[in-house]
T-cell receptor, first 110, second 114 residues
Framework: GESVGLHLPTLSVQEGDNSIINCAYSNSASDYFIWYKQESGKGPQFIIDIRSNMDKRQGQRVTVLLNKTVKHLSLQIAATQPGDSAVYFCAETDNNDMRFGAGTRLTVKP | DTGVSQNPRHKITKRGQNVTFRCDPISEHNRLYWYRQTLGQGPEFLTYFQNEAQLEKSRLLSDRFSAERPKGSFSTLEIQRTEQGDSAMYLC????????????FGPGTRLLVL
């Protein structure tokens, strides 16, 4: 989703549920996409990446899906844990610079 | 710790003063990036280096901002004549070009201009 100023999109899930965070990107020339997790007061932390020649990539408890037709990226977190609470950013790059989305705040309720 | 480090972690300064931040990238990484992040927003790209060459600097916010990486290792970001609007988190990231473009971020320097 889109956000303006301080109003980050938010997602609240119950511990143990699956989470899906969505991101729309704008540059059709982007060929590399990354999801980052950022906890309060810390720098973004790499979670998972995907290249434009793929539409799905799985990591440990995380899956990234890429739909180039509609320029949409999603991050799925399985069995969400309290430690997953953070702001999640998608980023896209065409090898010149990296552009970040506004972020989604994930809150995991125990 | 072999990650990206940044110093100082926090800086409070008065309007009009100059500030300089340092970034030490992961040692084998040849690319180094600077970003600015304001509250509630994603990081905003400023500039990047490949080794000691600054390959993109048109995104620096004004001519008060400058960055160097003289020996292709650590980098500094300087803001001259700071303004209250410069208050933000300044993030550094590094990557190894030709092995994917995954950028690894440092903890950032939080700047407050009074």
């Amino acid at each position: 989703g889109e956000s303006v100023g301080l109003h980050l999109p938010t997602l609240s899930v119950q511990e143990g549920d699956n989470s899906i965070i969505n991101c729309a990107y704008s540059n059709s020339a982007s060929d590399y996409f990354i999801w980052y997790k950022q906890e309060s007061g810390k720098g973004p932390q790499f979670i998972i990446d995907i290249r434009s020649n793929m539409d799905k990539r799985q990591g440990q408890r995380v899956t990234v899906l890429l739909n180039k037709t509609v320029k949409h990226l999603s991050l799925q977190i399985a069995a969400t844990q309290p430690g997953d609470s953070a702001v999640y950013f998608c980023a896209e790059t065409d090898n010149n610079d990296m552009r970040f989305g506004a972020g989604t705040r994930l809150t995991v309720k125990p | 710790d072999t990650g990206v480090s940044q110093n100082p972690r926090h800086k409070i300064t008065k309007r009009g003063q100059n500030v300089t931040f340092r970034c030490d990238p992961i040692s084998e990484h040849n690319r180094l990036y600077w970003y600015r992040q304001t509250l509630g927003q994603g990081p905003e790209f400023l500039t990047y280096f490949q080794n000691e060459a600054q390959l993109e600097k048109s995104r620096l916010l004004s001519d008060r901002f400058s960055a160097e990486r003289p020996k292709g290792s650590f980098s500094t970001l300087e803001i001259q004549r700071t303004e209250q609007g410069d208050s933000a988190m300044y993030l550094c990231a590094s990557s190894f070009y030709n092995m994917g473009e995954t950028q690894y971020f440092g903890p950032g320097t939080r700047l407050l201009v009074l």
